[in-house]
């Protein structure tokens, strides 16, 4: 087994994946999914010179001398509520009622506020007044928005790779993209594997404890963007770690994730069952906690073996099968950004890359991280109590109180 570093482990995984086929989504359905083509805009945005506020659009060159003192008086030639099509042309001395978001008329090229003329009402049904006194003069541009002043048709807007937020449907609507191209969400096959393990409503039996790794994981997984193809536990034996392998093959899983079973122990068959048709590679990452990682494939289908302690279950999957499903899920960055922190107190390590659990809070602008409880691989309570994980480089032997350190949120 050779000591490779985090990242070394993580790029090998990573340069054997390859992102899996995409579809063409409705824009409804595209949230947090991963584009998988550019976008550029087809049109301008604005689509058309437009109103900002509820006012009257006006020639700026008219009211250069307005004020409340000598208000400026002008003809309203025509009202143009939002969506509708101005067939005026303003002349010198018109005006035209409007709403925000209505196409700006021929020869106006600025809008006076309701508020700024002796027209402030904005009642529903209201009709627009014969004549408005204007208040105060309008530079010209003033209150409008031009057409293309946000995007030039033709402009890239969105980058392949781009998990699509709420914001980037509405600006996709904007373009009339009605249909996405999309990654396709990675299909993970997950089972735990022990024959210690219960289901969760089972009895509990001496010696024996529940299968917590699968309803951690599933919902990790899920939240990076993929679904689970959730598999049954399989025991410590040649042919029930084989028939979950063969479920993976079966349901065409683009990745199969396990947890536990790949330790050296007397009872971990999952090693030799992977073998016997596909490889599989022990690493000793230089990480904490993190027992060996398994990585191989089972007929072509690549495989991650978590450790089996819940808690390394857990990083394991943050650190390697988060960047392994957006790799797999066509996500431009694979890797989780991180944030400085404060440490309250000293933190002790063994210079091995470390992930601890803690608890971060602000306090005047400055985010403090203190550890919570006992950071036992096993103790999934002090992962429940944290809302971070610190992480301590490879190297540092100690942090001490008042350092920074990298975390990651959870
Ligand atoms: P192993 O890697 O099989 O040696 O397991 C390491 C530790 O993790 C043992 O204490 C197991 O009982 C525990 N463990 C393994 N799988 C699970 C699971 N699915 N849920 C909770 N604990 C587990
Ligand atoms: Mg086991």
């Known amino acids: 087994m050779s ?51 509820d006012g009257f659009a006006v020639r700026a060159a008219d009211v250069v001398n307005a004020a409340a003192t000598s208000p400026r008086s002008l003809r309203v030639v025509a009202d143009i509520p939002a969506g509708s099509h101005p067939t005026v ?8 009622r409007i709403m925000t978001g209505a196409q700006l008329p021929e020869g106006a090229d600025a809008v006076v506020p309701v508020e700024d003329t002796d027209f402030d009402n ?25 057409r293309g002043m946000d995007i030039r048709a033709g402009e890239v807007v969105l980058h392949k790779g781009r998990v699509l937020k709420p914001q980037d449907l509405g600006l996709l609507a904007m373009l009339g993209i009605a249909r996405v191209i999309v990654f396709q ?109 398994a990585f191989g494939e089972y007929k072509n289908i690549p495989f991650v073996g978590l450790p089996g302690n819940p808690v390394s279950a ?28 404060r440490c309250e107190e000293q933190i002790d390590s063994d210079g091995r890359e470390s992930y601890l659990r803690a608890g971060v809070r602000e306090e005047s602008g400055v985010l403090i991280a203190r550890l919570t409880g006992n950071q036992g691989s096993g103790n999934l309570h002090s992962l429940v109590q944290a809302n971070a994980l610190l992480i301590i480089p490879a190297g540092v032997k100690c942090v001490p109180a008042g350092e920074e350190v990298n975390a990651w949120l959870l």
């Open 185 to 293: 969400k990675p299909r993970i096959a997950l089972f735990s594997s022990g024959d210690e393990l219960l289901e969760v409503d089972a009895p509990l039996e001496s010696g024996k404890i529940r299968d917590s790794n699968s309803y951690m994981l599933a919902s990790l997984i899920e939240g990076a963007g993929a679904y689970v193809l959730r598999l049954r536990v399989a025991k410590d034996s040649h042919a029930s770690v084989k028939a979950s392998l063969e479920k993976a093959v079966e349901l065409r899983a683009d990745l199969i994730l396990s947890s536990a079973g790949v330790s050296v122990g007397a009872f971990d068959f999952v090693k030799e069952v992977i073998e016997s048709n596909g490889r599989m590679d022990f690493w000793r990452v230089n990480m904490r906690p993190g027992k060996p990682l």
């Open 122 to 146: 904005r009642d529903a049904g209201t009709p627009a007044p014969n004549e408005v006194q204007i208040f105060k003069p309008a530079k010209p541009a003033a209150n409008t928005r031009a």
């Open 89 to 96: 042309s303003l002349a010198q001395g018109e005006a035209a």
């Open 314 to 341: 857990f990083i394991g999957f943050e650190v390697f099968g988060r960047a392994a499903i957006g790799r797999l899920g066509g996500m431009g960055t694979a890797v989780r950004q991180s944030i400085r922190v």
């Open 3 to 53: 000591l490779l570093s985090v990242n070394e482990a993580r790029e090998r995984i990573l340069s054997q994946l390859h992102p899996v086929t995409t579809e063409a989504l409705p824009l409804a359905e595209c949230a947090n999914r991963v584009l998988a083509q550019g976008i550029a805009a087809a049109n301008d945005l604005p689509l058309f010179d437009n109103s900002s506020m």
